[in-house]
């Protein structure tokens, strides 16, 4: 890890107003070689409900392509995926929406080496360009597996605006989670022998700068869903240059996996759980807390635990098992011992909202 020099990076990367309708075009211009190709459509049933018509423009922009209404976002549904695609000499998959679909296909597309050109419906984290992706594997048990980046991205702008409010709010705090994982990645690197990717690092920080201190603060507004859906994707292309997710994730993602992992009842996003985990990170850290707690409610972004349904109990119980859920990740949870009163005061805090 952190040694290789070799990586991909997306051909395309359109963000443009009903760019779903102008995919023939966007793909004349940036990936000629894809026309023609036999391509199938990733997407879930209520989506194609939802998006028929321009789902269906793509399909027939793309020679009349099938459209598959995949189930579980999991490890066997992207392999049988593949399969089709292999056995059926497919050429390109194209993945429409949200973080599940965008997995699945992009895994399916990894396995097959199928092109993937990703289309999200919603910006609700930065896996949309990570060479990550997360399946389900075992019953709901998931793993975050490794595979190929987009070949292209296209994100449509006003079908962004017309998703749920939460999901964007979900991306937003997978963006500045960015703040708190930058410091734990210096630390675990003047622990160890491993080394920050200084590109890698400048990208990620830059994602973070691009929506921490934009003025526009409006989330429907088009301005605002250019600069998230950049800085979404640049933290994917900084996991991609640094082989690693250590520029997007770190003491606020352990947090977030412990949820995931101990606390499957609680009912919270990605995003919004890393934006959770980050103000204490912060305190953690040594760094205040406090722009970043105003600036998740200038955005109406909730951080007060209960709202999520999540005792001080529970709360202290996550950062405990935070510190085990991936051993070998060095972060500032490492540098100190767990101490119940502190969570306690932190969590006291958040509800405050100061
Ligand atoms: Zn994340």
């Not at 059926?88 to 396995?111: P, S």
């Not at 919603?122 to 490794?146: C, Q, W």
């Not at 429907?220 to 520029?247: C, D, N, Q, T």
């Amino acid at each position: 890890m952190n040694q290789h020099t070799r990586f991909n990076l997306p051909i395309c990367l359109a963000v443009e107003e009903d760019a779903f309708f102008h995919s023939d075009r966007i793909i004349r211009d940036y990936i000629p070689d894809m026309i023609g190709q036999k391509t199938i459509i990733v997407s879930e049933q209520f989506l194609i409900d939802i998006y028929k018509e321009k789902i269906y423009d793509i399909s027939h922009d793309f020679g009349g392509a099938e459209i598959i209404a995949m189930g579980a976002a999991s490890f066997d549904e992207a392999v049988a995926i593949a399969k089709k695609v292999c056995i059926e000499d497919i050429k390109v998959i194209i993945g429409i929406g949200g973080g599940r679909v965008l997995d699945t296909a992009k895994y399916a597309a990894h396995i097959s080496k199928a092109v993937y050109i990703c289309m999200p419906t919603s910006l609700s984290n930065d896996s949309l360009a990570s060479p990550f992706a997360v399946l389900e594997t075992v019953g709901s048990a998931r793993k975050t597996i490794e595979c190929k980046i987009p070949t292209a991205i296209i994100v449509d702008t006003n079908m962004i605006i017309n998703a749920p409010e939460g999901q964007t709010l979900s991306g937003i705090g997978d963006t500045i989670a960015k703040h708190t994982a930058l410091y734990d990645w210096k630390l675990s690197a003047s622990k160890s022998s491993s080394r920050v990717e200084d590109f890698a690092y400048a990208l990620s920080r830059m994602s973070f700068d691009s929506v921490y201190h934009c003025d526009e603060r409006n989330m429907k507004s088009r301005v605002f869903i250019r600069i998230l859906s950049r800085a979404l994707v640049m933290g994917g292309l900084a996991m991609e240059i640094a082989g690693s997710s250590r520029p997007c994730s770190g003491s606020e993602h352990l947090f977030a996996h412990a949820i995931e992992e101990y606390y499957p009842g609680v009912k919270i996003s990605h995003g919004l759980a890393v934006a959770l985990g980050t103000i204490p990170a912060c305190i953690f850290q040594g760094q205040d807390p406090s722009g970043i707690m105003c600036f998740f409610k200038s955005h109406g972004l909730d951080f007060d635990p209960r709202s999520y349904g999540i005792t001080p109990e529970m709360f202290a119980d996550m950062w405990e098992k935070a510190r085990t859920v991936r051993p070998g990740r060095i972060t500032v949870l490492d540098t100190f011992a767990h101490d119940e009163k502190q969570v306690g005061e932190i969590y006291a805090r958040m509800t405050e909202g100061i």
